[in-house]
């Protein structure tokens, strides 16, 4: 399927409401049986609730009748008949009641199972995209997109369907028993009817632009907020609290304006529609009297059809209330359609490369290939040009360049996060494009310099890369990394539970799980990303003796961003604007005198 690029494409995209809806009822396509049970329901349950005037007017009538023989000499009151109406009238009432019950308990259980469908997709959906979409859009809009526009689908699909079809039964139902009742009264009180749809549709119209505005905003503001919490040290430090609720403010302002104005246009909607049928209610009043004074009809059906017009208002009434709802509606399910909607990642293979013999032994030693690999994140912009080197199994390459040259791209690229424009990659001769995905990233270890950590023990932490390891080789791990006495240290030790409300653990100790993690891994390719900068000086020795018997025997990328840490490196690779321009080790780069010994000279300049 083809997908929009650009602003402007996907503004129009999420303005598209018939393709919208459209996509929406697919989600009912599993459920058209009970849908169309749910609608024979409500039709049902409609039809009954429009008879119960009618059998009211008959009573009346019955009595006013039974008055009026009294006085006159007649038989007086049929007690027995008004009783017989009356029973039929609660019979009626209390089936149209079940009815009415059964179908909303039938299409609430499926309007969840949808909105729990659309959960469904957009988890796995999320699974399918690649880095480069959540690098362009705000976590707090999509976390907005998830939670938010899912619940405002999920909390108006069953009233919406309800509503409307209910509505719908009720005005061709009523018109019909209006019709029947008298044609001249009917004609007087649809006068009225045809405006109210005008201003109805006007109303509609305007109000479409600012429920789709207030769903855009309110993606922006929970962005903004994210984003404010998650460096809220960064804030504080750098006195960007006034300009942070400044922005906090523009932005909420917009979603301020826009939900006034949406809400404001739905709720004025009620109050002119009922003026207007008021006014169709005081004309059929005044000429239905002097039907009834010249005895054209008698008094009960009067009263049947003043109810009958009421019935009518109020079904036009919630039908235009409810197209606001949709709207809304509809504003939120576009912007969840354009993240299914969204271009994936490119399929794995179907036929891919065994990484394991027959009896689990990785096949794998660790030698890597780049070869003539061209990339960029924009296809018109290229930042790797033409890149190419060879890494035998068990050295250590160091990655250095000045900030933009390409080197964490480099790492990305190699566990396939990004596609490639142009070249290949290899591992151990195998294109890693053969491999799958999950078999080529359970090679590779990696120890970024921002911690990840998610809220758990410190146990299932560091566990996180080989669940099925046991509490000794966790043990192990965090012995090899330097943190077991620190751990063992903490009140609970290793079943210590990590939130943000943990305040005991450094920065430092944090990144020392992250490396006790890859240790537990045991992986063939290792990535560091100057893993030991976020850690003091005597922590560094430490884990860089660690990091020693951990490289060796395995393949591994040191992102250098101090150059002081790569000297032992086998191999330097020397990275700026995308190409290599030196590759040696720290000996013979500083002999050639080139961009890499300016390059670490710099670094002990005053």
């Known amino acids: ?33 009970k849908v169309i049970f749910v609608l024979v329901l409500t039709v049902v349950s409609t039809l009954l609730s429009i008879i119960a005037p009618k059998v009211t007017g008959n009573a009346t009538t019955l009595l006013f009748e039974g008055i009026v023989s009294k006085y006159t000499g007649g038989a007086g009151i049929d007690f027995s008949g008004i009783f017989n109406i009356l029973v039929t009238l609660t019979v009626i009432l209390i089936g149209s009641f079940t009815l009415n019950y059964l179908s909303g308990w039938i299409l609430t259980k499926v309007s969840n199972d949808i909105s729990y469908n659309l959960r469904k997709d957009i988890s796995e959906k999320i699974n399918r995209l690649p880095l480069k979409y959540f690098d362009s859009k705000s976590h707090g809009d999509i976390l907005s997109r998830v939670t938010n526009d899912v619940d405002n689908i999920s909390q108006n699909l069953n009233s919406s369907i309800q509503n409307v079809l209910s509505g719908l039964v009720t005005v061709v139902g009523v018109l019909w028993m209006m019709f029947s009742i008298s044609f001249k009264l009917t004609v007087i009180a649809l006068l009225i009817v045809p405006l109210s ?43 960007y609290e006034d300009k942070s609720i400044e922005k906090f403010d523009e932005l909420n302002g917009k979603l301020f304006n826009a939900s006034y104005k949406s809400q ?39 009263q049947a059809f003043i109810q009958y017009v009421r019935q009518l208002n109020q079904p036009i009434t919630s039908i235009a209330q409810i197209m606001n709802v949709i709207q809304s509606m509809v504003a939120a399910a576009e912007r969840v359609f354009e993240i299914l909607d969204e271009e994936e990642m490119v399929e794995d293979t179907s036929n891919p490369v065994a990484i394991h013999d027959e009896k689990g032994k990785l096949l794998i030693d660790g030698n890597v290939t780049f070869e003539n690999v061209r990339f960029g994140y924009d296809k018109d ?35 396939r996060f990004y596609e490639l424009n142009g070249g290949n990659i290899y591992i151990d001769g195998h294109n890693i494009t ?61 079943d210590t539970i990590l939130s943000d409300e943990v305040n005991g653990i450094s920065q430092g ?40 018997r951990l490289m060796k025997g395995r393949t ?51």
Not at 281 to 288: I, N
Not at 571 to 578: A, E, P, T
């Open 1 to 33: 399927m083809p997908k929009p690029h650009g602003n402007m494409k996907k503004k129009e995209k999420a303005r598209d409401f018939k393709g919208t809806v459209s996509k929406l009822l697919s989600y009912t396509r599993p459920y058209y049986f």
């Open 197 to 239: 749809g005008i201003v109805a549709g006007l109303v509609v119209k305007v109000s479409q632009k600012y429920f789709f505005d207030n769903q855009k905003y309110l993606g922006q503001v929970n962005g903004h907020i994210e984003e404010m919490y998650a460096g809220h040290l960064v804030v504080k430090t750098y006195n």
């Open 264 to 302: 404001f246009l739905s709720a004025i909607m009620h109050p002119i529609i009922g003026f207007l049928g008021n006014i169709g209610y005081v004309a059929v009043c005044l000429f239905g009297s002097l039907e009834v004074i010249h005895g054209h009809m008698p008094i009960g059906d009067i």
């Open 381 to 415: 912009k290229i930042i790797i040009h033409d890149f190419s080197m060879y890494v035998a199994p068990g050295k250590q390459v160091a990655i250095v360049g000045p900030t933009g040259a390409g080197k964490t791209t480099l790492v990305k690229l190699l566990m």
């Open 434 to 494: 053969d491999m799958t995905r999950s078999d080529l990233r359970s090679l590779f270890g990696m120890v970024l310099q921002d911690t990840w950590l998610y809220s758990g023990s410190i146990r299932d932490n560091i566990r996180y890369g080989k669940d099925d390891a046991s509490d000794e080789d966790v043990i192990k791990a965090c012995q090899m990394a330097y943190a077991d006495h620190f751990i063992r240290t903490l009140p609970e030790g290793y």
């Open 509 to 548: 100790q944090k990144q020392l799980l992250t490396i006790a993690r890859a240790f537990l891994k045991d992986p063939k390719i290792l990535i560091l990303d100057e893993a030991t900068s976020s850690v003091d000086t005597r922590t560094e020795e430490l884990i860089e003796k660690g990091m020693e």
């Open 556 to 606: 591994t990328f040191v992102i250098a961003h101090r150059l002081s840490t790569i000297r032992n490196a086998d191999i330097i690779v020397v990275l700026n604007d995308g190409d290599i321009v030196e590759v040696g080790n720290h000996s013979e780069l500083m002999e050639r005198k080139g961009f890499y010994f300016n390059l670490y000279n710099s670094q002990f300049e005053a």
